[in-house]
């Protein structure tokens, strides 16, 4: 009897912490879903690679110090819907952006587009060197060399 009581009394405590855990989590999540990314006041770009995932890009973003909890970006994106649905491409987002609006910007595909004037006549050559000279992002080969 003495043992059972025990064991009531322990499932007790442990039904309790477990439940206190759960709230805490679900706050922690909650603060997170509305309080805004570490992004600069200035603003800030992030560009999407190609066969890139979530687990990836909130990998990446934590290590450039714009989320804090990586886990919850990739908790919010599959129960929301938005994991399978990323799109590769370049984005801006403003100082004030939210977890959520920034995985519904990369899932809309609404990306940073550049303006290049092509002259007629131009030599493929001139072509290459005004991309160059544009300052479009380098990173990505735009044409062969």
């Not at 007790?12 to 759960?22: E, F, Y």
């Not at 992030?46 to 886990?71: C, F, S």
């Not at 403003?94 to 290049?116: D, H, N, W």
Request: proline share 3%; aromatic share 12%; net charge positive.
């Amino acid at each position: 009897m003495r043992i059972r009581n025990f064991l009531f009394k322990l499932l007790g405590l442990l039904v309790i912490a477990a439940s206190a855990g759960g709230a805490w989590l679900w706050m922690d999540y909650q603060a997170f879903r509305d309080n805004s990314l570490a992004i600069p006041n200035d603003g800030w770009r992030y560009e999407v690679m190609t066969g890139a995932n979530l687990r990836t890009i909130a990998r990446d973003l934590k290590a450039q110090g714009v989320l804090a909890r990586p886990e919850y970006l990739r908790w919010m994106a599959r129960t929301e819907g938005y994991a399978h649905r990323v799109r590769v491409g370049e984005y801006e987002f403003s100082a004030r952006t939210t977890p959520r609006e920034f995985l519904e910007k990369i899932v809309s595909g609404k990306v940073v587009q550049y303006q290049l004037t092509i002259i007629e006549g131009w030599t493929f050559r001139q072509l290459r060197e005004a991309v160059a000279a544009h300052g479009a992002e380098q990173r990505r080969v735009l044409l062969p060399r």
